[in-house]
């Protein structure tokens, strides 16, 4: 594994919660971290600005006082994720709050920007930075990202149409740094084949939205637990961004799922006050077959954890 030891060495399992739009919260986060992976979070998730302060402190305290009584089982770091994209005004502010309060690891979205990595290293952050290509990861390690998140064909919300095996392999034929792979991760299993094709890091979004403390409608779960693979619509429409979601949330929007006109990129948008594409219209990844119940977060990560290790031990059978 290529990460940094004081990040590895608290992992239960190596595996990021994915920072899910609306959905992630403080709750959700903490239920990761304590559970032993890292918890992720949008800025844009706290409304207003002011907001994400409150939820980083909270974080904060939660996790130090987890660890204050289980000194044998530490939780594992949080991350904040930014998205740098012209189109997000709050970029400044919230770059500001996560340097303020120190943010253990910064996940950057929509564009690399060398001053963000800049900051966020000042104070020994570390940054991964998501792409969809190798040219994209290319350009984000010249700009100073630590590592990368390799977010591939089948992954939800905005997503790329490249294998998951070959993107991994491209991007490791040049860079040995810390890397997390996207793509229908929803079990053990998935988590160990991330990591035997070349990631450190499983990026799991999707199974989390059906957990008790995902903030996601009782319906959005429910579809969450009900559908495959086969439910899922590939669409620049709603964003300008090419992202899988649910077909049942589109079609409850009036609109035909086979049938949807393609979006101008250069109308997306990330303002605070834009909700619809993901409120009404759900993100998904195509591994949602795996995913049966709504459960705590913590009961999905021990699922999780008692599959990767029997996993583990049918290789070495």
Known sequence: MTLPSAIAERLALPA???????????????????????GAFPSLNARPVEMLGEWLTRIRAALDAHDAVHPEAPSAPFAVNLIVHRSNDRLEQDLALCVRHRVPVVITSLGARAEVNAA????????????????FAR????????????????AGGHAGRISPFALVQEIRAWFAGPLALSGAIATGDGVLAARAAGADLAYIGSAFIATAEANATA?????????????????????GVHGNYLRASIVNAGLDPDNLPQSDPSKMSFSSDRKKPWKDIWGSGQGIGA???????????ARLKREYAAARQRLCA
């Open 16 to 38: 990021i919660g994915a920072p899910l739009f609306i959905v992630s919260n403080p709750d959700l986060v903490i239920a990761q971290c304590t559970a032993g992976v890292i």
């Open 219 to 239: 319906a959005y779960k429910e579809a969450i637990v009900a559908g495959s693979a086969d439910d899922i619509v590939y669409t620049n429409l709603f964003t």
């Open 120 to 135: 966020i290293h000042a104070y020994g952050g570390l940054v991964l930075h998501d792409v969809i290509n190798n040219g």
């Open 139 to 154: 350009k984000a390690i010249e700009k100073g990202a630590d590592g990368l998140i390799a977010v591939a064909a089948g």
């Open 291 to 301: 995913v049966r119940d709504v459960v705590p977060a913590a009961a999905l990560i």
